[in-house]
């Protein structure tokens, strides 16, 4: 049968149209002439949409009003796209509504799809106000479009920059689209469409000129600068661009001794002539940093002298933009993530070069004092990434992974620093705790608060009181992290929501009761019904409210080891926003720990929250504070986290890891010992009936995780913002 709103339809398509009656005034005719939808099913299907943004001050009768003079066709793809962008973010679906019909008139069929991308892409990156600008100006988008026959879109220039820098040197640099171009010196940014130029090729040069200089800058040393250079002068924002065109002139002359083909393309963009031609102090500048051995030093060094002639030059249209602010959080944690990864791979290479014949599991047997330490080696004075590694009189041939490590230290300093090399020793470890700061002249623990075994599968046997275990509570610090983390993620948020929502059982009416609430009516009408007919009254006559409760209780299990630093620590805390909000949602038991230590004398938990905790501003400045810290011997902590779990009193109890990586300590705690351990601690779990499950972002995860969890009680993902689906899933499977 058709509905009302169908012959509606075919009305309005016969011309006939029909008549209703508003609240707001006279009978409105509906769009007849073009034979769509009337003010009132549009407005009823955009409220649909956007109903929690409802009210008497917010309303979509405006915009179904205009929309009424369009096309059937046009009201559909509008309101198709409403409901796309409600998936994201329901506000920006109803600003939409406010600011969107317009663009019906402007953007054709053929491009819709990519204005509604461009939307998305917006609030993404930048909020839903620079979203809403962009709405209001779909006139500026549809310009932007005109020069289409000579842009170039990153779509298809990405397919030939992103391998093309994959065969630079340096670390590995992703492409993202951005309003802006910059590096963080581990993305480089670029617009979504070039048009500056008049033709397709031109645009292509300049934005692969625009690439290779990002990658020059972090290749290059640009990044070598310290925060605290440009303290000295009065206005740093001056200094800083004097800082990044006299880089750009530094960065000029390598790519063109470099990459002669990409050279060419810059001295067309921005030619040397130009620049020495505007002062004596630019055409200076000029000579000192064309020489080979010219560093970021000399640029700081000739900031003075043209930091007041600056305004002469415009910057190169390759050159981009320097985002202090943008890099030096990344480098930050980059830095300490390479400098425990370096030191991990050195005390693998002193047991691999015989430094330590001893039992590696046997802390209390020392290194020789007189035994050799190890040195950098350069190989080569004109390049500074020429060096080697030396122990004595001999050079190591390295492994791939330090190789790669020592790259992107030398990247970040300009060298290897002598500390990283004075690694002070006792059995392969250091005698520093990074995790208190205490400096200890052993590496024995003779404060801790438990202590667990552990599990020697060389001896099919458990080491008595081996590990000793310290608990701390993560610090708070007041930030903006958990807000900020919410509003980027309102979408992904709401689909958790209704995840969660799903899972709680809520009180459901039992009917044909003996006893109960109330009278079970259909129950009652058919004990009449058999009253009359001589039958027997089936007593079964109430209805009663069945009350439901949850008993669940879950740990989470965070690993802080320094392999987490960086976005994987980013990640994890904003999975642990979004799980924290929505298990509120559900009212069950569940506590946060993070784990790390350092040797089996320095095993580590970290509180974040207990289960007896509100999650409150203390748990939420405690996620904040979230940081990656040394190494990941997960036995102990999970023995220790079976014992918490244990002591809550819950039907259902769930333990689940999230850890980038497979068990791994500096004493020897890696390999086939680690993950025995680990296994063991798991079924010691299992056997006081908790469910165990581990997720994780290691690739070669599945050569081992099979064994230590099972073969149905892991997730191996490969991109970290699935984190908190992963854990929804999980979390719905095994305690529903």
Known sequence: MKSFWDKAI??????????????????????????????????????????????????????ARNLCQFNLQDQRRFIASVQNISNTNIELAYNFCQYGVESLK??????????IQKILNTYSSNGINESVKLMKNSIGYVNSLAGAATSIDFIDFSKVIDPFL????????????????????????????????????????????????????????????????FDLYENKEQALKAYHILETIRLDEIIKNELPGVGRIIEKLNPKNKLISISKNFKNAVKKLSVKNATYKDSLKLINSIIDEIEKISTAPYAGNLRPDSVMPITETR??????????????????????????????????????????????????????????????????????????????????????????RDNGFSNESN????????????????????????????RKDWCKLNVHTVKEINGNFVQDTLNKHKGLLKHLNRTFEALRQDNKRLNKQRHGDDIDLDAFVNAYIELKQGNEIDEKLFTKLNKTERNVAVMFMVDMSGSTSGWVNKMEKESLVL?????????????????????RNLCEVYKIKDFEEKYNQ????????????????????????????????????????????????????RGMYGIEDTKKALLESRYLGIHTYCITIDEEAMDYLPYMYGQTNFAVINQIDKLPIKVSEIYRKITV
């Open 435 to 462: 995790n208190n700061n205490k400096n200890l002249s052993k590496t024995e623990n003779f404060d801790y608060n438990y202590v667990y075994n552990e599990w020697d599968h060389s001896m099919q046997k458990y």
């Open 618 to 669: 203390t748990v939420k400045n405690r996620i904040c504070n979230i940081e990656a810290m040394d190494y990941t011997r997960m036995g102990a902590s999970i023995r220790h986290l079976t014992m918490l779990l244990n002591q809550v009193e819950a039907k259902t109890k769930l333990l689940i890891t999230l850890s980038d990586g497979k068990p791994d300590d500096v004493d020897g705690y």
């Open 166 to 229: 994959t065969g630079l040197n340096g670390r590995p640099l992703k492409l993202q689209i951005s309003d802006e171009i910059y590096t963080d010196t581990e993305t480089i940014y670029l617009p979504e469409r070039i048009s500056t130029q008049n033709t397709k090729d031109k645009n292509f040069q300049l934005i692969k000129a625009s690439a290779v200089h990002l990658w020059a800058q972090t290749w290059y040393g640009t990044w070598r600068v310290d925060k605290n250079d």
């Open 335 to 424: 830095i300490n993530k390479d400098k425990i990864n370096f030191q991990k791979g050195l005390d693998e290479l002193h047991k691999a070069w015989g430094k330590n014949d001893e039992d590696i599991y046997d802390e209390q047997k020392k290194y020789d004092e007189n035994k050799k330490t190890f040195s950098v080696v350069k190989e080569n004075n004109k390049n500074e990434y020429d060096v080697a590694l030396g122990i004595g009189e001999d050079n190591i041939s390295l492994p791939q992974n330090i190789r790669q490590t020592m790259e992107s230290i030398i990247q970040d300093h300009g060298e290897i620093p002598d500390n990283y090399l004075d690694h002070s």
């Open 106 to 115: 402007l953007v054709d069929d053929s491009q819709w799809s990519n204005w």
């Open 579 to 599: 799980l924290c909000e929505s298990l509120e949602i559900l009212g069950d038991t569940y506590a946060i720990y993070g784990f790390s230590g350092k040797t």
């Open 10 to 63: 075919e009305k309005y398509q016969k011309g006939k149209g029909i008549k209703h009656r508003t609240k707001r005034g006279p009978i409105i005719k509906a769009s007849a002439q073009y034979g769509g939808m009337g003010e009132r099913e549009i407005q009823l299907k955009l409220e649909l949409l956007v109903d929690p943004i409802i009210s008497t001050h917010n309303s979509v009768i405006k915009p």
